[in-house]
T-cell receptor, first 114, second 112 residues
Framework: GAVVSQHPSWVICKSGTSVKIECRSL??????MFWYRQFPKQSLMLMAT?????????EQGVEKDKFLINHASLTLSTLTVTSAHPEDSSFYIC??????????FGQGTRLTVV | QQQVKQSPQSLIVQKGGISIINCAYE??????FPWYQQFPGKGPALLIA?????SEKKEGRFTISFNKSAKQFSLHIMDSQPGDSATYFC???????????FGTGTKLQVIP
């Protein structure tokens, strides 16, 4: 299957700082990328959907000013958690698809805010 | 709104046994039903998927059974192995650019 690479795999940051997570499609052009959040022992909750060159569409209850999503190219999307707080600690997962395939998932990023 | 309900929440199966996970959906616009396998600390990986025009799909030890009228589908893992121990998520979407809606997950443990 197609490869979606997420970086970093884990990150620890201080409360109040911002952290950026990258999601890259390595062998296909991702016209659409999705960002999910997963708490321990829970399912994946969609945060936002982004189409290349367009503004992201956020799910209800997700603060767009806190979780900044940029999908500037067909192979890269970034999620920036601004002014992170301990309650933002979670497992963040991206997925990507082109027009013809199902979505493929990255390996996830474990964010810990201390 | 939980659009895809999944059961059981956890499952323990002996090696060689059959693992069965069930899901039910509400949205009749869904037309693609994938199953994902997730190991701790990793992203989910597509295991097998089905479209509603067929009632069953088999890939190796994994089989999806689909009942369109009942809006239910299930995953059967034959000859379950300890390496199958993971969390399994059913999902659904309506194709195109639509988002994937996940079930609540089933933690499977296969004991020797």
């Amino acid at each position: 299957g197609a490869v979606v690479s997420q970086h970093p795999s884990w990150v620890i940051c201080k409360s109040g700082t911002s952290v950026k997570i990258e999601c890259r499609s390595l062998d296909f052009q991702a016209t659409t990328m999705f960002w999910y959040r997963q708490f321990p022992k829970q399912s994946l909750m969609l945060m936002a959907t982004s189409n290349e060159g367009s503004k992201a569409t956020y799910e209800q209850g997700v603060e767009k000013d806190k979780f900044l999503i940029n999908h500037a190219s067909l192979t890269l999307s970034t999620l920036t958690v601004t002014s992170a707080h301990p309650e933002d600690s979670s497992f963040y997962i991206c997925s990507a698809r082109d027009r013809h395939t199902e979505a493929f998932f990255g390996q996830g990023t474990r964010l810990t805010v201390v | 709104q939980q659009q895809v309900k999944q059961s059981p929440q956890s499952l323990i199966v002996q090696k060689g046994g059959i693992s069965i996970i069930n899901c039910a959906y509400e949205n009749t616009a869904f037309d693609y039903f994938p199953w994902y396998q997730q190991f701790p600390g990793k992203g989910p990986a597509l295991l097998i998927a089905i479209r509603p025009d067929v009632s069953e799909k088999k890939e190796g030890r994994f089989t999806i059974s689909f009942n369109k009228s009942a809006k239910q589908f299930s995953l059967h893992i034959m000859d379950s192995q300890p390496g199958d121990s993971a969390t399994y998520f059913c999902a659904a979407n309506s194709g195109g650019y639509q988002k994937v809606t996940f079930g609540t997950g089933t933690k499977l443990q296969v004991i020797p």
